[in-house]
């Protein structure tokens, strides 16, 4: 008799193990659910401020920056980091800050040394963000995985209302620069992918150490 409750004990046991193991995805990762249910209704609030850098085309890289303001008097705030030269989103960040803590994000983003600031018209930034998207996608490169909430702020925008037509890549070819969290494998498979897409010659790149 005791062997049989222990395989009973056992066998529940699997049981659940196996249930727990099943659970839906939504269970797992309440936290980032969470922030898209929050983002997918951002989109809808008024816009606050939009900055593009001035000299985006000059350096290769670049923040553009979108904030709304929210119902309970909150911001919602992206940047997203361009690569008009190769890469298209490199990079990602979303937040919702208070409304003391909003002038402090925005004394940050105009206080930065490297990157200057422009306002521009929403449709700009839209279509500025979405046109790198598609060039660095046909070259084989796929955005930053934080874009995909962070493109939610954009919501109503319409790029189509948008008449300015941007020009991607350097000197008429794809030109690779090296970002500081790019190793030495990264850069290799980049720049393996520009010889396969482009072909010798089509594309230049720059790796520094």
Same mark, same amino acid.
């Given at each position: ?5 222990? +395989? ?13 193991? &099943?659970?839906?995805? $939504? $269970? ?5 659910? $969470? ?22 085309? =000059?350096?290769?890289?670049? &923040?553009?920056?979108?904030?709304? /303001?929210? @119902?309970?008097?909150?911001?919602? #705030?992206?940047?997203? !980091? !361009? ?17 003391? =803590? *909003?002038? &402090? #994000? ?7 040394? &490297?990157?200057?600031?422009? !306002?521009?018209? @929403? $449709?700009? +930034?839209?279509?500025? #963000? ?11 490169? =796929? @955005?930053?995985?934080?874009?995909? /909430?962070?493109?939610? /702020?954009?919501?109503?925008?319409? %790029?189509? +209302?948008?008449? #300015? ?10 030109? *690779? ?13 980049? !720049?393996?992918?520009? =010889? ?5 010659? +089509? ?5 520094? %150490?």
């Amino acid at each position: 008799m005791a062997l049989d409750q222990k +395989a009973l004990q056992k066998k529940r046991a699997k049981r659940e193990l196996k249930r727990r193991q &099943t659970k839906p995805a $939504s $269970s797992v990762l309440p936290g980032a659910l $969470s922030a898209a249910r929050v983002w997918a209704n951002v989109g809808r609030a008024p816009i606050a401020d939009i900055f593009v850098p001035s000299n985006l085309f =000059e350096l290769g890289i670049g &923040t553009v920056w979108v904030s709304r /303001i929210l @119902p309970d008097g909150r911001y919602a #705030v992206a940047g997203i !980091v !361009v690569d008009v030269f190769c890469l298209g989103i490199k990079n990602a960040l979303y937040k919702i800050v208070d409304a003391a =803590e *909003y002038p &402090t #994000v925005l004394a940050r983003i105009q206080g930065n040394t &490297t990157e200057s600031f422009e !306002v521009q018209h @929403p $449709s700009y +930034a839209r279509k500025l #963000v979405e046109d790198a998207l598609a060039y660095a996608k046909d070259l084989g490169f =796929e @955005p930053h995985p934080d874009y995909r /909430i962070a493109r939610l /702020i954009f919501g109503d925008i319409d %790029a189509g +209302a948008c008449p #300015v037509s941007f020009t991607f890549g350097k000197d008429g070819k794809p030109f *690779y620069i090296n970002g500081p969290n790019e190793n030495l494998a990264m850069q290799r498979r980049i !720049v393996n992918q520009l =010889e396969r897409r482009c072909g010798p010659g +089509a594309y230049d790149y720059l790796v520094m %150490a």
